[in-house]
């Protein structure tokens, strides 16, 4: 039996769809490569300015998830047999930007760890975004054991987010709680 041309056109707009895709993949994972390289070094400034010790130890275990992720992403390029190309994400860089900001404002007030939670929740929802598109990539190409390893790191980054809105509930009460008692 022949392919017939149109199969055959079918056929070689599929294999560029899975090339563009492969492509586009390996772009993002760069991409993100790029983004937790630049978290490893925005963390720490936001460890040193939180006041409250909860949201420190929760800065902090990011930090170790996050130097771990970077790890991952090599191993995710390595199990398709890729290397990451360098380059510099350009939504992290804005959204640290923006963080530091925001934390220049607020130092010495009494809302420095709410800001400091705000920065910090817009960086995991842009990963939790950001993974779980890779994610859902790997697996419709296939890649299952980078799309096992992009789950981890994305639960992590799901873990993470939960964990900032929990010490929210905390910094807040503690703020108020501090106004009461000094009123």
Known sequence: MKNTPSKDKESESANRMDNDLHKL??????????????????????????????????????????????SRLEEVAESVGEELDEKTCAAMKGIIEEAGELLDEQKGKSSLDAAIIAAAQKVEHYEIASYGTVRAWAEQMGHDD???????????????????????????????EDRRENE
Do not use: R, W
């Open 146 to 176: 980078a799309a096992q390893l992009l789950q981890e790191t994305l639960d992590e980054e799901s873990a993470a987010d939960e964990k900032l809105t929990e010490v929210a509930a905390t910094v807040g009460n503690e703020s108020g």
């Open 25 to 70: 993949f390996l772009d993002e994972l760069s991409d993100l490569y790029s983004a937790e390289k630049q978290l490893t070094q925005a963390l720490p400034k936001m460890i040193k300015a939180a006041i409250s010790p909860e949201l420190k130890e929760a800065i902090q275990a990011h930090l170790k998830e996050t130097q771990n992720q970077v």
